[in-house]
């Protein structure tokens, strides 16, 4: 995903995802595009919505950041704070109601990971009260970026400071998902017929012939954000304000990264498939198969879980459906009732209904270790350090401290795991001398 993008949600009435052909001229995005690769951005004004964005909305340079985080943190980020905060300022004064920053961005590369994450700063100074959302995508362990972890590692301190939840995915999740619905398309399974070398492509409302690279995978992030802005856009029995989100999930602020899973996952393909009934998309959002990232939350411990539902669906489904699952799942002692559901009466483009579940849960552990081998894989022979070290703002001790605090991460997610495994004891009781 080259584009780094801040997005502004505001509360309104209409607005949908399906806009097409006259109905998408009256549309502006809220929105800033940040990259430092010119090329990337040209190819959103050319594209099928160009008509959603001013060149005003656009910064870039042209050499980019040679996947090197001190460059896209320090360097651009000093360059272009002003014209950053001028642009975000002015799309957040035409905003009615200003709820959220959503920041998307890549963590492996250089300007995702340094600029991304200094924006994400600068949005902390200058709306301190105002939540930010941030969407990372993270590498694969067969990334080609050889400094991805580093990258990462010193991408997730920010992270870790100044955000208020985060959603991590990975992209090798994202290829497998991908491969999956490639995978019926070629194989015919009975009843199901997706057209080959297809997918809907944002903004165009139909199938396009020809599929660029990682258009399927970013269309499955998109519909991530489209679900969780649903409540914003349309009218719902049980509305979730996308603050409500880190208020409900979070319980301690640093453990604020939510693992997303999404159902159905076939809404990128031109798929002609039985609809899922809604039991069954409820059993699907907790199966470790619909996961954003490679984690599986059922077996590991819940802090909290939001269900966000788009829709004809009942309250009653609902509940009857959390009562269900609740034995099948491992919630912190503290916090049983930990649910935070969102009905939205609209659901998307082509199917019935759909669901976005959001947890908070230790499963992430896995993931950040391995992110931390990779790091100390490399920074134990102090490979490709002297690359950030020559540049300007960037010391060697931003190192250590991004280690010490993806290490403290972990421990946290350990510690919890620990303390709801251990066995209970009762209280001690009070003794009155007589």
């Known amino acids: 995903m080259g584009v780094r993008t801040v997005c502004f949600c505001r509360r309104s009435d209409g607005g949908g995802g399906g806009a097409t052909g006259s109905r998408i001229s009256g549309l502006r995005a809220r929105a800033v595009l940040v990259d430092m690769e010119e090329g990337v951005l040209s190819e959103v004004l ?23 985080w001190a460059v896209g943190h320090h360097s651009y980020g000093s360059v272009y704070r002003e014209q950053i905060v001028d642009q975000v300022r002015r799309a957040a004064e035409q905003c009615d109601c200003l709820q959220c920053f959503f920041i998307i961005h890549s963590m492996g590369g250089g300007t995702g990971s340094g600029l991304g994450t200094r924006v994400l700063k600068l949005l902390e100074d200058e709306f301190p009260e105002v939540c930010r959302l941030v969407t990372a995508v993270y590498p694969s362990a067969e990334d080609d970026v050889i400094t991805s972890p580093y990258n990462s590692v010193l991408a997730m301190r920010e992270l870790t400071e100044h955000a208020d939840c985060v959603l991590p995915i990975e992209n090798q999740s994202l290829v497998d998902i991908v491969s999956k619905i490639q995978h019926m ?8 017929v997706i057209k080959k070398d297809s997918t809907i492509i944002s903004g165009q409302g139909g199938v396009a012939k020809t599929e660029k690279p990682f258009d399927a995978m970013n269309n499955i992030v998109a ?20 603050n409500e989100i880190a208020m409900n999930l979070v319980p301690f602020p640093r453990l604020h990264y939510l693992v997303s899973s999404l159902t159905p996952l076939y809404t990128l393909a031109d798929v002609n498939i039985p609809t899922r009934r809604l039991d069954q998309m409820f059993t699907d959002a907790f199966s470790k198969d619909h996961q954003l990232m490679r984690a599986d939350p059922k077996h590991n411990l819940y802090l909290a879980c ?54 908070n849960n230790t499963c992430v552990k896995p993931s950040f270790m391995e992110l931390r081998e990779r790091f100390v894989r490399l920074y134990r022979k102090k490979a490709h350090l002297h ?12 190192f250590s401290e991004a280690l010490s605090s993806l290490t403290g991460l972990i421990d946290q997610y350990s510690q919890l795991d620990s303390t709801n495994t251990a066995p209970s004891q009762d209280p001690p009781r009070l003794n009155i001398a007589c």
Not at 324 to 336: D, E, G, K, M, Y
Not at 390 to 398: E, I, P, R
């Open 46 to 68: 050319q594209g099928p919505l160009r008509q959603l964005f001013s060149t005003t909305q656009l910064i870039s340079d042209v050499s980019g950041s040679g996947n090197n």
């Open 223 to 242: 519909n991530l954000l489209l679900n969780i802005t649903s409540s914003a856009r349309f009218e719902g029995s049980l509305n979730m304000d996308l």
């Open 387 to 398: 690359h950030y070290l020559g540049v300007d703002g960037m010391d060697v001790s931003g």
């Open 306 to 359: 939001a269900l966000m539902l788009r829709g004809n669906v009942q309250l009653s489904d609902l509940r009857r459906n959390i009562e269900r699952l609740r034995p099948t799942l491992s919630f912190v002692q503290w916090n049983t009732e930990g649910w935070k559901t969102g009905l939205c009466s609209v659901p998307p483009v082509g199917h019935t209904h759909s669901l976005l579940a959001l947890a």
């Open 185 to 192: 398309a070629h194989t015919g399974k009975p009843g199901s």
